[in-house]
């Protein structure tokens, strides 16, 4: 077989990415939607889509390796391709995170004596639509738009700060409600997690763009 | 300036991420003397090693992509330089976890009431020496050795859980240590954390000696 031409293999590592990122923002919601309606076949449907994004982990990351192996790219390509193998492995673990959440609302099915009230939807209102925008920098190759990402982060660290204190406060005042206030938590640190790897997605358009590198970075330009 | 010859490049690539795995590990002993011994010293000394593993970071990325862009490697090095990456990304995230770790020992410290038992100073025991195995396998270029790490996994998987159970019900139990044992299940967590990464790091070892990738497929080469 031929090797195709560079630009095709370059357009099939952005169309697999922005496939994958499809995938990864439907296991969020899918997960969410678990966690807030303690809705059994939402988390099955997670479950059912990590076979499909390790698959298409491995494929970007192939492609990835044979676009540097065989065509030696330079500069804005070289770039690209680079980008392009962090988004993809900051995707996976998004979609790993989906699991977890996933994983917890079916923890939550079993244990939930009582409802817990916590401001976790409106964590998730937050933090799915990080990761939507970083892909939307991406593919406009757009670095203001990427920069919107990494400055939405803050909020979303001060609401899983009151997301916290609440949910211990619940604990102390209620020992049954201990296992559900449990999972809530680690729910909502796996939003948090999401959020971050949406930042990480953002800094390596960033990167791709301009050739700045602003990891560790975010105060300077943020201000 | 000339550019320096591709096998000094290799060498000084090599060099600076030993050298951050040094530190990483430092970082984890450090942060699990502070979590165990409520060490106010030992937690400052992690928070201080923040800013030199990142600067390595950037510095083994940039010696990456200059070794990319510049020498349009092939084959074994191309994977070693891959590899690197990969590792480095790794080792930067196990940085963030040791310091997630030292900033639970500080909350311990400000709000233990009194003395939670757990089963973590083991964890700690086995998490570890995955990281320093797996910096080793990469050394010595052994599969044999990184397979290693990936099954020593399991029992961190295992003793998780009881720990897990175990703070649960005594959160249960008492209402006053809700605020240690979550310190102390999120401390857990980030050791299990690390373990995941020393994994992936492992994984990476593998893919560079022997060009197979493991990923998504623990259950094929543990048996």
Request: proline residues 1%.
């Amino acid at each position: 077989m031929m090797a195709r031409h560079f630009d095709e293999l370059l357009e099939e590592l952005r169309n697999k990415l922005l496939e994958m990122g499809e995938l990864v923002q439907a296991a969020i919601r899918e997960s969410v939607r678990a966690l807030e309606g303690a809705d059994e076949s939402a988390a099955q449907s997670v479950f059912r889509r990590e076979g499909d994004i390790n698959r298409l982990e491995l494929e970007i990351d192939g492609i990835a390796t044979k676009l540097l192996a065989l065509e030696q790219p330079v500069a804005g390509d070289l770039r690209f391709i680079t980008a392009a193998g962090k988004i993809n492995n900051n995707l996976e673990r998004i979609g790993d995170l989906a699991i977890n959440i996933a994983e917890r609302s079916e923890s939550l099915i079993q244990n939930r004596h009582f409802a817990v009230r916590t401001d976790i939807p409106r964590l998730a209102e937050l933090a799915e639509p990080m990761v939507h925008q970083a892909l939307e920098a991406f593919v406009k190759k757009d670095a203001t738009e990427a920069r919107a990402v990494l400055r939405a982060d803050d909020a979303i660290d001060d609401l899983r700060d009151a997301v916290f204190s609440d949910l211990i406060r619940q604990m102390k005042t209620n020992s049954q409600s201990v296992q559900t206030c449990v999972d809530l938590m680690f729910a909502a640190r796996s939003l948090e997690r999401i959020a971050d790897h949406a930042t990480n997605i953002a800094e390596a358009v960033v990167f791709m763009v301009e050739g700045v590198d602003l990891r560790h970075h975010h105060a300077e330009i943020s201000g």
